[in-house]
């Protein structure tokens, strides 16, 4: 080790390769283009509001907008889109020593005596530059009153006065801050740009990464610049010189991906014991529980979108052996089962986050969800109840077939089509009343509901009911009778809706008897004293009592 590595300290790589132009922005197309059109055309705005995610450039482009706004290299007599870094201006900003370009922090700046002193300066003209800038980092983090006090100067704020803020909570910024600014959203950067930038970086500082290795950082910095660097400082600090997949994923506590399908299979082929084993293995090598989950959610997403979208097969940011792996898991896994692993996992990961022993909760989740993963979709148990082949265990308690999961319902007038007798199938009703103790018995509610209180009988034959119907009473309700009958009965029904009044309905019916019942007990003598020894009382209900021995 030579003199001078020992006295000179270490630069991050994310502020060594800090960008200092518009050009070396990462991700960003959208704004550098605009930016620097604004600036060759002499259409400044005088307030910016950059927005987006921690680590995407925002405080470095409110840098190098400081920087095109003051440059006096080329020969620029105003503001250039390239700026040049080497004269006194340039290096001054990026040295932060630069009199007439103020970088606050809100954070620790939150009052209004803050802002005030800025105001009171700006009516100054700067010192050395062309414009005064003032950066504010975080300004959501200014109080009601400091943004109050800014809102006259950021509205007319002098020629010589432009003020960048940055910003990862946009709406937390009052809009009447905002209606003054131009705004610009810095979006997450994609894998493949950061893959790109990572892999550069990597070869100016001689290290080796494998394709593995940058794809794992890139996907681990989520769409952020700043992360992904630091994350690949780390990795280089691991790694020394040549840095692969496996070292990667042992830094970020991800368990082997290749293992990772493999625990999915086991999970969706119900083999709880092998899974259970490869979660202790994983655990063994270092890899966090909860991570883990993760990654099962994750793959669980994207298996999902691959079956939607078969192209994603083809990315190529996903290894090869992803990809192909991938494509036949999607091929083979329906959609009901992909969103029953996501609800599952989804809940299971906040149960994980929670527990005292992470390690079992994840174990109990893996439990549930090799329990769970051959369970049958509510339109295959419907078949099932439909063809007699359910389960004898299960099919007692198994619901029946809802309304709307059958086919189309047809006009109010219908026939069910003629089904095939079963061993199972129910007697056919030889009356109405039995029309409804049979629906009551197959626990269709809200049928049973409507067929008591908005139903009127008209006329009544094996195999043929004509009804009246109450307001209260969907039309389809003869249909969907019909269909249902015809199901269970093995037998064509015919139900059709009538414009007759028809009968009082079963309920208006029972309540006609009660009230009979009632006045008949009213007319007995024992009954009459009893009144007339609790004055104010009513017969509220009769009821048939066997005699007793």
Not at 221 to 241: H, K, T, Y
Not at 323 to 348: D, I, T, V, Y
Request: net charge negative; aromatic share 4%; hydrophobic share 45%.
């Amino acid at each position: 080790m030579n003199e001078t590595s020992r006295t000179t300290p270490y630069r991050v790589l994310a502020r060594t390769y800090r960008p200092s132009t518009f050009a070396e922005l990462v991700g960003q197309d959208a704004m550098v283009r605009t930016l620097e059109n604004a600036i060759r055309s002499g259409r400044l705005a005088h307030a910016f509001m950059l927005t987006g995610v921690r680590g995407v450039g925002k405080t470095t482009t409110a840098r190098i907008i400081a920087r095109a706004l003051n440059c006096t290299g080329h020969d620029a007599d105003g503001p250039t889109a390239q700026p040049c870094g080497t004269c006194e201006a340039c290096q001054a900003i990026a040295e932060d020593r630069h009199v007439d370009v103020l970088e606050i922090d809100a954070a620790s700046h939150t009052g209004v005596a803050n802002i005030r002193e800025l105001t009171d300066g700006v009516r100054y003209a700067p010192a050395s530059a062309r414009y005064k800038v003032y950066i504010i980092d975080e300004v959501h983090m200014l109080s009601s009153a400091a943004f109050n006090a800014l809102l006259k100067t950021l509205e007319e704020p002098p020629p010589h006065v432009v003020f960048i803020f940055a910003t990862t909570e946009v709406r937390k910024v009052p809009v009447t801050v905002l209606s003054r600014c131009q705004c610009f959203d810095l979006r997450r950067v994609e894998i493949a740009e950061l893959v790109a930038h990572f892999g550069a970086i990597a070869s100016q500082e001689n290290v080796t990464l494998d394709e593995g290795a940058l794809g794992l950082v890139a996907r681990a910095a989520e769409g952020s610049v700043r992360d992904g660097l630091s994350l690949l400082d780390q990795a280089m600090a691991l790694g020394g010189d040549s840095v692969d997949e496996a070292l990667v994923r042992e830094m970020l506590g991800l368990g082997d991906r290749s293992g990772l399908f493999d625990l999915y299979d086991q999970l969706l082929a119900g083999d709880v014991a092998a899974a259970l084993g490869t979660l202790q293995e994983a655990y063994r090598g270092g890899a966090d529980p909860l991570a883990l989950l993760q990654d099962l959610l994750e793959l669980t997403h994207w298996l999902t979108r691959l079956k939607l979208v078969p192209a994603l097969a083809e990315d190529a940011t996903t290894p090869e052996a992803e990809r192909r792996r991938g494509a036949e898991m999607a091929a083979k896994l329906s959609m009901p089962a992909l969103a029953r692993c996501w609800q599952l996992l989804l809940k299971g990961l906040g149960e994980v986050r929670l527990a005292p022993a992470p390690l079992a909760a994840a174990e109990m989740v893996l439990v549930r969800l090799g329990y769970l993963a051959d369970m049958p979709s509510p339109a295959e148990l419907v078949q099932q109840l439909r063809s007699g082949d359910a389960p004898p265990a299960a099919a007692p308690t198994a619901p029946p077939a809802a309304p709307s999961a059958g086919p189309p319902a047809p006009p109010p007038t219908a026939t069910a089509p003629t089904a095939t007798p079963t061993s199972n199938a129910a007697p056919a009703p030889g009356n109405f009343d039995e029309v409804v103790a049979l629906v009551d018995a197959k626990r269709e509610g809200i049928l049973s509901s409507h067929l008591h209180n908005g139903v009127h009988l008209v006329a009544f034959a094996p195999g043929r009911i004509e009804i009246g119907l109450d307001d209260t009473v969907p039309s389809t309700l003869p249909a969907d009778l019909a269909r249902l009958l015809g199901d269970w009965t093995g037998e064509p029904w015919q139900v059709t809706a009538s414009s007759d009044q028809g009968a009082p309905t079963l309920d208006q019916q029972q309540e006609t008897q009660a009230e009979q019942r009632r006045a008949e007990a009213a007319d007995d003598a024992v009954v009459q004293s009893v009144l007339e020894a609790f004055p104010g009382s009513r017969i509220r209900d009769v009821r048939e009592v066997e005699d007793t021995p």
